[in-house]
């Protein structure tokens, strides 16, 4: 059996106002759930820095290599995941270079795990998504088709859905649209198809105030209760998939229209993908020979050929 080199834990003094100005510095890059995220992946290395008697200030490019064995070989993350803290790590590094803290990033040349180019996430199936559509619409909960539509039909993040408001509903040249509060604070106008406006306004009902989606208490629905929701709703509608979770919907949301033949650009426009890579790798389609650009151009050329 292989055995790798690790840190001996150590005790370690409080973390000094050195560290905790850089952290602030950098953590005040983000806003919202950019943040929160961030923050949650930094935290994550800090705290294996503290449990092996590490300065993060004093750290070298071997001690990431280990930290990244650690999150392998003992968390056992995905790729992804791996890849996503290390790029936290990277940034919050390349933050104290350029703020003087340090002369370099000890990150700068650690090895990042091969992340596979689709998806881990699988999203439902045609039929799947049908069925959790049709079991939402006639749930006497009448928050339940309005959390599916707000995720499957416009592809929304479970904390946009969460933290949208009846104020946020409005008209737009013409369109019922709801203002989308995304990643980085940046706020987009999301048109609403009548099915999808019609649900929500089931949900809200006669109020003028408040959280679109609220709990049997009346409270503002959270990711927590929306997972509970939609696994009920998939347990009655027959839909069995390992481990529903929201955002099943928004991956479902991107393949459906990817399935459906609506451009790549398009579909990363309506799911506000910075990188089109990333609405590439939740293309399950991708291998589907029915779509292959050879048969438009020989269609295109039909009159030659």
């Known amino acids: 059996m292989a055995t790798s080199h690790v840190l001996t834990p150590i005790a370690l003094p409080p973390i000094d106002d050195?560290?905790?100005?850089?952290?602030?510095?950098?953590?005040?890059?983000?806003?919202?759930?950019?943040?929160?995220?961030?923050?949650?992946?930094?935290?994550?290395?800090?705290?294996?820095?503290?449990?092996?008697g590490l300065d993060p200030l004093a750290a070298q490019r071997?001690?990431?290599?280990?930290?990244?064995?650690?999150?392998?070989?003992?968390?056992?993350?995905?790729?992804?995941?791996i890849s996503r803290r290390l790029a936290v790590v990277a940034g919050f590094y390349r933050t104290c270079v350029i703020d003087d803290v340090l002369?370099?990033?000890?990150?700068?040349?650690v090895r990042r795990p091969n992340v596979p180019p689709e998806s881990p996430t699988l999203g439902l199936?045609?039929?799947?998504?049908?069925?959790?559509?049709?079991?939402?619409?006639?749930?006497?909960?009448?928050?339940?088709?309005?959390?599916?539509?707000?995720?499957g039909l416009l592809g929304l993040r479970i904390f946009e859905v969460c933290g949208s408001d009846i104020t946020d509903l409005g008209e737009e040249h013409g369109h019922r649209v709801l203002k989308v509060r995304g990643k980085g604070g940046k706020v987009v106008l999301t048109p609403l198809p009548p099915a999808v406006s019609r649900a929500i306004e089931r949900a809200v009902g006669e109020r003028e105030s408040g959280p679109i989606l609220r709990t049997r208490r009346g409270t503002r629905m959270d990711r927590q209760c929306a997972t509970r929701r939609l696994r009920r709703i998939a347990e009655a509608g027959g839909v069995h998939v390992a481990r529903m979770h929201p955002h099943m919907l928004r991956h479902t949301f991107v393949t459906t229209m990817l399935d459906a033949g609506v451009d790549l650009r398009d579909v990363q426009i309506a799911a506000r993908h910075a990188d089109p890579r990333t609405t590439m790798r939740y293309d399950r389609a991708r291998k589907n020979l029915d779509r292959h650009p050879n048969y438009i151009l020989?269609?295109?050329m039909a009159s030659g050929t």
């Not at 280990?66 to 995941?81: F, G, I, N």
Request: glycine share 2%.
């Open 298 to 300: 020989a269609a295109y």
């Open 62 to 81: 071997p001690h990431l290599e280990l930290y990244v064995r650690w999150m392998q070989e003992v968390r056992r993350y995905r790729p992804s995941t």
């Open 125 to 151: 199936t045609h039929l799947q998504f049908e069925a959790m559509l049709a079991t939402a619409r006639t749930s006497p909960n009448p928050n339940d088709f309005a959390l599916v539509a707000m995720l």
């Open 18 to 52: 050195r560290l905790l100005h850089a952290i602030a510095a950098y953590l005040a890059r983000f806003k919202g759930a950019s943040r929160m995220h961030s923050e949650s992946d930094l935290r994550v290395y800090l705290t294996w820095c503290r449990e092996h």
């Open 103 to 109: 002369t370099h990033s000890p990150a700068g040349y």
